[in-house]
């Protein structure tokens, strides 16, 4: 019997090593964490859902209906009603739900893809679907209901993050390969920078641009690929390629290879904390140079975490503002002093477990 009230959680995530790699079916390396997105639902006599949403001061409601229709975009407590009909779920009832979270909004942690991945797991537990308990499940599920369903450009890294917890690497491409990877790592500081950000808008600048610039070299060199190791005659047709193409070309390329670097080093038996700290660092490099995705206040919040005693520092997400994190070991408190002075909102954290249902 389903019980009259059910309580999930999903966590945000921070990508470690990989931002703009998911969708082209490249490495990525990422960990959820212990800010959370909470859903509370008690059963109603009808088949209506009302839906309370006090952190971003606004209330969904809608009915149960074969198909239920959308009404603004990315309507994604419906889609994935739809998304869940289509799959066989079938719901007797609807719900009266409370939404909150610490989950930093609309800022490179998730938000969207954990509140989600946390209503999947809430739809599936008040069905008695036994989806409820497959993480894995949860997390395809999530990707559908938020991201193929409006045709949107972004990739699975967020729902995967977010449905199965602790540090994950995974490997896209013709087979989905995800890997729970131990979890040596200490606190972190994540920092808002209060800068909103074009998520959509982003993923579909750089996507467009490095296909564009894949293309153009397959014209050329017909076994050409983003997984494969690039030849000279590779990077010198890279060098011919326009401005745009040529710079997100080679800054997924140097992403690449520092998620493969990035998981050796999870995977060697004594871990390097302060190599992580410089591969963190450089990865910002990469993602400030060639895919120009920081900003001029990330920019003066890495450098004060550092200064402040970080191993190291990067933008998080899909850049042009929201969050930066770093990493601070034993020295947390020191830099979330350091990044409050520059107006950014600061949380420390740790590596958080996956979606689950609370007692």
Same mark, same amino acid.
């Given at each position: 019997?389903?019980?009259?009230?059910?309580?999930?959680?999903?966590?945000?995530?921070v990508?470690?090593?990989?931002?703009?790699?998911?969708?082209?079916?490249?490495?990525?390396?990422?960990?959820?964490?212990?800010?959370?997105i909470?859903?509370?639902?008690?059963?109603?006599?009808?088949?209506?859902?009302?839906?309370?949403?006090?952190?971003?001061?606004?209330?969904?409601?809608?009915?149960?209906?074969?198909?239920?229709?959308?009404?603004?975009?990315?309507?994604?407590?419906?889609?994935?009603?739809?998304?869940?009909?289509?799959?066989?779920?079938?719901?007797?009832?609807?719900?009266?739900?409370?939404?909150?979270?610490?989950?930093?909004?609309?800022?490179?942690?998730?938000?969207?893809?954990?509140?989600?991945?946390?209503w999947i797991?809430?739809?599936?537990?008040?069905a008695?679907?036994?989806?409820?308990?497959i993480r894995?499940k949860?997390?395809?599920?999530?990707f559908?209901s938020?991201?193929?369903?409006?045709?949107?450009?972004?990739?699975?890294?967020?729902?995967?993050?977010?449905?199965l917890?602790? @540090?994950? +690497?995974i490997?896209?491409?013709? $087979?989905? %390969?995800v890997? =729970? *990877?131990?979890?040596?790592? /200490?606190?972190f500081v994540?920092?808002?920078?209060l800068?909103?950000?074009?998520?959509?808008?982003?993923?579909a600048?750089?996507?467009k641009?490095?296909?564009?610039?894949?293309?153009?070299?397959?014209k050329?060199?017909?076994?050409?690929?983003? @997984?494969? +190791?690039i030849?000279?005659?590779? $990077?010198? %047709?890279?060098? =011919? *390629?326009?401005?745009?193409? /040529?710079?997100?070309?080679?800054?997924?390329?140097?992403?690449?290879?520092?998620?493969?670097?990035?998981?050796?080093?999870?995977?060697?038996?004594?871990?390097?904390?302060?190599?992580?700290?410089?591969?963190?660092?450089?990865?910002?490099?990469?993602l400030?140079?060639?895919?120009?995705?920081?900003?001029? %206040?990330?920019?003066?919040?890495i450098?004060?975490?550092?200064?402040?005693?970080?191993?190291?520092?990067?933008?998080n997400?899909?850049?042009?503002?929201?969050?930066?994190?770093?990493?601070?070991?034993?020295?947390?408190?020191?830099?979330?002093?350091?990044?409050?002075?520059?107006?950014?909102?600061?949380?420390?954290v740790?590596?958080?477990?996956?979606?689950? %249902?609370?007692?």
């Amino acid at each position: 019997m389903i019980n009259k009230e059910i309580r999930v959680s999903a966590p945000g995530r921070v990508c470690l090593f990989g931002e703009h790699q998911d969708y082209f079916g490249l490495p990525i390396i990422a960990a959820a964490i212990n800010l959370r997105i909470s859903i509370v639902g008690k059963k109603r006599e009808d088949k209506k859902f009302i839906v309370n949403l006090p952190d971003i001061e606004d209330t969904e409601e809608f009915s149960l209906a074969k198909e239920v229709n959308y009404t603004k975009e990315r309507d994604y407590l419906k889609s994935a009603v739809n998304v869940l009909q289509r799959k066989g779920v079938t719901f007797s009832s609807g719900w009266d739900c409370l939404v909150q979270g610490k989950i930093p909004i609309n800022s490179g942690t998730a938000s969207s893809s954990a509140l989600v991945v946390a209503w999947i797991k809430f739809l599936l537990e008040t069905a008695g679907d036994k989806r409820a308990e497959i993480r894995d499940k949860i997390a395809e599920l999530a990707f559908l209901s938020e991201v193929a369903e409006f045709k949107e450009p972004g990739g699975k890294m967020d729902h995967f993050s977010s449905s199965l917890g602790g @540090v994950i +690497s995974i490997h896209f491409g013709d $087979k989905l %390969k995800v890997r =729970k *990877l131990k979890n040596p790592l /200490k606190e972190f500081v994540l920092a808002d920078s209060l800068q909103k950000k074009d998520t959509t808008g982003m993923l579909a600048y750089l996507k467009k641009h490095v296909l564009n610039g894949v293309a153009s070299v397959q014209k050329v060199i017909k076994g050409f690929s983003l @997984v494969s +190791s690039i030849t000279q005659e590779e $990077k010198e %047709k890279i060098e =011919k *390629l326009p401005p745009d193409e /040529k710079r997100l070309l080679k800054g997924t390329f140097l992403t690449r290879d520092l998620a493969v670097e990035g998981e050796s080093l999870f995977e060697s038996e004594v871990f390097d904390h302060k190599r992580f700290g410089q591969l963190l660092s450089k990865q910002h490099e990469v993602l400030r140079d060639y895919l120009q995705i920081s900003t001029p %206040k990330i920019e003066q919040m890495i450098e004060v975490s550092l200064k402040a005693g970080a191993l190291g520092a990067k933008t998080n997400g899909s850049g042009g503002g929201g969050c930066m994190f770093a990493y601070t070991c034993e020295k947390s408190e020191n830099v979330a002093e350091a990044l409050e002075k520059t107006g950014a909102k600061v949380y420390i954290v740790r590596v958080g477990d996956g979606v689950r %249902k609370e007692s």
